[in-house]
C-alpha cells in the first residue's frame, strides 16, 4: 500500500491506496480544477457545497461509465454468440459440400462404367 500525500482545495490529505502517486495527484488535480471551477462561478457557493456537486457529478459519471460498460460486454457477449452460430452453420455447409462432391464423385463413376 502506498501513502500519498495529495493537497485537495488547500487541505492536505493521505490517501492509502494501491495506485501510483502519479495517479492519486492527477485525481486530485481535477478535483482542485473542478471545485476552483464551481466556487469561481458562484460568490455565494460554499467549498462544502462546491465538494458536494462535484461528488454528485463523478458519481453521476461513474454510473454512467458503468452502464456503458455493461452495456458493451453484454454486446461482446452476443456479437461471439453469433460468431459462434456462425462458424457452426459453415462448418455445416462444408460437411454438406463434400458429402455433396462425394456424391458427385460417385455418380460420375456410374455415368462413366455405364458406358
Same mark, same amino acid.
Given at each position: 500500500?502506498?501513502?500519498?500525500?495529495?493537497?485537495?482545495?488547500?487541505?492536505?490529505?493521505?490517501?492509502?491506496?494501491?495506485?501510483?502517486?502519479?495517479?492519486?495527484?492527477?485525481?486530485?488535480?481535477?478535483?482542485?480544477?473542478?471545485?476552483?471551477?464551481?466556487?469561481?462561478?458562484?460568490?455565494?457557493?460554499?467549498?462544502?457545497?462546491?465538494?458536494?456537486?462535484?461528488?454528485?457529478? @463523478? *458519481?453521476? /459519471?461513474? $454510473?454512467? #461509465?458503468?452502464?456503458?460498460? &455493461?452495456?458493451?460486454?453484454? +454486446? !461482446?457477449?452476443? @456479437? *461471439?454468440? /453469433?460468431? $459462434?452460430? #456462425?462458424?457452426?452453420?459453415? &462448418?455445416?455447409?462444408?460437411? +454438406? !459440400?463434400?458429402?455433396?462432391?462425394?456424391?458427385?464423385?460417385?455418380?460420375?463413376?456410374?455415368?462413366?462404367?455405364?458406358?
Amino acid at each position: 500500500m502506498n501513502r500519498i500525500k495529495v493537497k485537495l482545495y488547500g487541505s492536505e490529505y493521505t490517501v492509502v491506496t494501491e495506485e501510483s502517486a502519479d495517479y492519486v495527484n492527477s485525481l486530485a488535480e481535477i478535483i482542485n480544477r473542478d471545485m476552483t471551477g464551481l466556487l469561481d462561478s458562484s460568490a455565494s457557493m460554499s467549498v462544502m457545497s462546491a465538494a458536494l456537486l462535484c461528488s454528485l457529478n @463523478y *458519481l453521476d /459519471e461513474s $454510473r454512467k #461509465a458503468a452502464e456503458s460498460s &455493461d452495456h458493451l460486454r453484454t +454486446q !461482446i457477449t452476443e @456479437y *461471439l454468440e /453469433e460468431a $459462434r452460430r #456462425a462458424r457452426l452453420e459453415a &462448418d455445416e455447409a462444408k460437411r +454438406q !459440400i463434400l458429402a455433396l462432391q462425394t456424391q458427385i464423385e460417385l455418380l460420375k463413376g456410374e455415368k462413366g462404367s455405364k458406358k
